[in-house]
């Protein structure tokens, strides 16, 4: 991984922890921010008076302009910028949401700056960035040629099962949606977690998305 600096910028309606954010990072060579905002509104208005930022740290949950709205406009508008989630809980439907709406990953609130750092080069370059929640048997078989697509390797039912993992549904729901028992939809989830080497919903929804295997417009 090289080591330039990258420019990056924090969006955070908590001054304090923007801050704090600030000062922590100003230790860091590999990084430069070159603005912080306190939600989406004023990171437009900043966007056209500094320069473009390579990777944005964004909150979820700010006022006028909400991580969502700022991340989905980046999108659209930049999206050479790679937007990194900044979650205080690992709750499933805000975080997938974020990545529909164009962010590359997330990461803790509570996480080490070291860990941030080491996030933030990762995502600049990739363009994702796979934390612990989808891990070594997915990038083995990502990275191995020779294995047939990962989506030749899915069922149909599987294959809409993912497709659904990226909606609001609840499993419950998305049981009645594919005429399904809830105990078939959890042998589905229990064996793309065990056939990925998965953790949670999230992880499920960022791997299918790298991966191409869902129509995030029918999400």
Same mark, same amino acid.
């Given at each position: ?21 600030? $000062?922590?990072? *100003? @230790? ?9 905002? *306190?939600?989406?509104? %004023? !990171?437009? %208005? ?7 930022? @390579? ?13 969502? %709205? +700022? ?13 990194? *989630?900044? $979650? !205080?809980? @690992? ?6 949401? !974020? ?19 080491? +996030? ?14 989808? $891990? ?18 899915? $069922? ?11 909606? @609001? ?23 793309? #977690?065990?056939? #990925? ?9 960022? #791997?299918?998305?790298? &991966? ?5 417009? &029918?999400?």
């Amino acid at each position: 991984m090289d080591k330039k600096t990258i420019p990056i910028a924090i969006i955070d309606d908590h001054t304090l922890f923007r801050q704090g954010l600030i $000062s922590l990072l *100003a @230790e860091f060579p590999e990084v430069d921010i070159v603005f912080d905002a *306190a939600n989406g509104e %004023e !990171m437009i %208005e900043k966007l056209n008076k500094h320069p473009i930022p @390579e990777v944005i740290l964004m909150d979820i949950s700010m006022p006028v302009i909400d991580g969502y %709205e +700022a991340t989905l406009w980046l999108k659209q508008q930049h999206p050479e910028i790679r937007v990194l *989630a900044l $979650s !205080m809980f @690992e709750e499933d439907k805000p975080i997938i949401k !974020m990545l529909k709406n164009g962010a590359g990953g997330y990461l803790l609130k509570e996480s080490r700056t070291s860990d941030l750092v080491n +996030a933030i080069k990762i995502i600049n370059q990739q363009g994702y960035y796979l934390n612990d929640l989808v $891990s070594g048997k997915l990038l083995k078989s990502i990275q191995n040629e020779h294995m047939p697509p990962l989506s030749n390797q899915l $069922s149909a039912n599987e294959m809409k099962f993912l497709q659904l993992c990226c909606s @609001e549904l609840t499993y419950k729901e998305i049981a009645d949606q594919m005429n399904l028992s809830p105990h078939t939809i959890d042998n589905y989830r229990q064996e793309l #977690f065990q056939k #990925f080497d998965l953790k949670s919903r999230t992880g499920l929804v960022l #791997f299918a998305i790298k &991966q191409e295997l869902i129509d995030l417009s &029918q999400c």
